[in-house]
């Protein structure tokens, strides 16, 4: 309408810059759908008048709602200016007045659309205590499963879900009340998912408490009624052959991920289609414990047939699986990496990172630490091949993700920067730069401390070897060791272990 009447303009070049703009596969153009300019107005005009309008005619319906909350959040985009103040305060004004209603589609539209929801749901958090059982089970639906952001809100409401669970008297089996088992049912499947919350907030033996007492009822259960539980005591062993891994207690693990694998070998023999991935997880598992416990064979066959399961699941369903095969490519690299094939090792590594990277591009809340993972395995394949510049480029940046995450989320992911931190140091030192690779390394010594000192198991091996490079470098750099940093650190001087691991 705009060129009507103006006979100078050529709509058809006009037409051909807007494809330029807007291009679609063949001719034409794609949908202008985001409308920046339509969101700009909502970010203008969005008072709580029009706001509760909306809303009230959405009712009950879910999509009407979501589409509302998720046209507000994206007006709170950088891109809308001043304007973007408005609706991000009408959002706030939701979670304060509305959290149990909207609570559920709040979260969801946060975690799917660009916007300052995501950091303003974690507000929710401090209504919890107050939530009834439908709308914290709701909530907790929404939730995904790994968000930075919204970490402590999952931890709360996990937590919460377990003490509403908590029946009186119904602690075992005794009674064969329907009720009974049911109730426990519930409390076991509570527990396993704190459990799981609190070890992405590093809280690695509260975590351990909570599964195993999920664990206990759970073999019960299945004892009793295994046709029904046994997918949920595999699924359980799963979890805490896990968290015996993160605490240092290696055997507990391998025992835990075997038999998580037996069962669930039993289990898909009938119905792959349910329970492929499942056992693909626990084989996944299973490959940690045994590589942790230098079984690096069998680690590598458990990793293998880990990949070929997880590469036929992706193929079917990118969008849910390829971060799982992102994960184990960089398992089975650290597997290659321990036997000697580094060349195999490399091409592993390189296609998890690649994986890593585009999730990360779009939803960096969920994914920068599978990448920064990825990145420090990288800077060691790279090392291993004395391509040292690739190395430690890979190398810092994984350091820059991690120095972001642990800025977030200390306890979760410490120890990781610490490990990162320590590659790093190994690939200056291969370079003769001994500054440098003690400076890594005493760094790494430094956060990982008062961690050591509340669970020495867990981190004493991971120490030792930062200690022994620290202390190597300062030699081979003449360099005078920090004695502050090294105070307190004589009951980890211990044999150290092979360093690449």
């Not at 799981?196 to 909570?210: F, K, M, Q, T, Y």
């Not at 997918?231 to 998580?260: C, T, Y």
Request: hydrophobic letters at 40%.
């Amino acid at each position: 309408p705009l060129y009507k009447r103006d006979s100078t303009v050529s709509q058809t070049q006009v037409l051909l810059m807007l494809q330029a703009l807007f291009p679609a596969p063949g001719r034409g153009l794609s949908p202008l759908e985001p409308d920046l300019i339509g969101e700009h107005h909502v970010a203008q005009v969005a008072g709580s008048e029009l706001m509760e309008a909306g809303l009230a005619w959405a009712a009950g319906n879910r999509d009407r709602r979501q589409n509302i909350l998720t046209t507000l959040n994206r007006a709170t985009r950088s891109e809308h200016g001043e304007a973007a103040a408005k609706p991000a305060a009408a959002l706030e004004g939701l979670i304060q007045t509305r959290g149990g209603e909207l609570g559920a589609d709040l979260i969801s539209v946060a975690v799917a659309t660009p916007g300052q929801l995501l950091q303003l749901c974690p507000r929710l958090e401090e209504q919890v205590s107050g939530f009834e059982l439908g709308t914290l089970a709701a909530i907790d639906r929404a939730l995904p499963r790994y968000s930075l952001v919204l970490s402590d809100l999952c931890l709360s409401l996990a937590e919460r879900l377990t003490e509403l669970a908590r029946r009186p008297g119904s602690s075992s089996l005794e009674d064969d009340d329907e009720g009974n088992v049911e109730a426990l049912a519930v409390l076991a499947d509570r527990l396993n998912d704190f459990g799981v919350r609190l070890l992405d907030v590093g809280r690695i033996e509260d975590a351990l408490n909570a599964s195993a007492e999920a664990l206990g009822i759970h073999r019960d259960l299945s004892a009793s009624l295994p046709d029904t539980f046994l997918p949920k005591l595999a699924a359980n062993l799963n979890n805490i052959g896990v968290l015996f891994s993160a605490s240092g207690r290696r055997m507990d693990a391998l025992e835990a991920s075997k038999e998580a694998v037996e069962l669930r070998r039993i289990l898909s023999t009938p119905r792959p289609d349910v329970f492929l991935r499942n056992l693909t997880t626990s084989l996944t598992n299973l490959g940690i414990a045994l590589s942790d416990l230098g079984r690096h064979e069998e680690a590598l066959k458990a990793s293998e047939e880990a990949v070929g399961f997880w590469r036929s699941l992706a193929a079917a369903r990118p969008d849910r699986f390829l971060r799982d095969l992102a994960t184990e490519l960089n398992n089975l690299g650290n597997r290659l990496s321990s036997l000697g094939h580094h060349e195999d090792a490399l091409k592993a590594s390189e296609e998890a990172v690649e994986i890593r990277r585009n999730l990360a591009a779009s939803h960096p809340d969920a994914f920068l630490p599978n990448l920064a993972a990825s990145l420090t395995n990288l800077g060691n394949g790279l090392h291993a091949l004395d391509r040292r510049e690739d190395a430690l480029k890979a190398s810092e940046e994984a350091l820059g993700n991690y120095r972001t995450l642990v800025a977030l989320r200390p306890d979760a992911f410490t120890p990781l920067l610490a490990k990162s931190l320590g590659a790093n140091s190994q690939i200056h030192a291969s370079d003769g730069r001994f500054v440098e690779a003690a400076g890594a390394a005493a760094e790494g010594m430094a956060v990982l401390k008062p961690l050591l000192q509340q669970s020495p198991a867990a981190f004493a091996d991971l120490m030792r070897n930062l200690r022994e490079a620290y202390l190597r470098y300062c030699r081979e750099g003449e360099l005078v060791p920090d004695q502050e940093l090294l105070d307190g650190l004589d009951e980890v001087s211990g044999p150290a272990q092979d360093e690449s691991t």
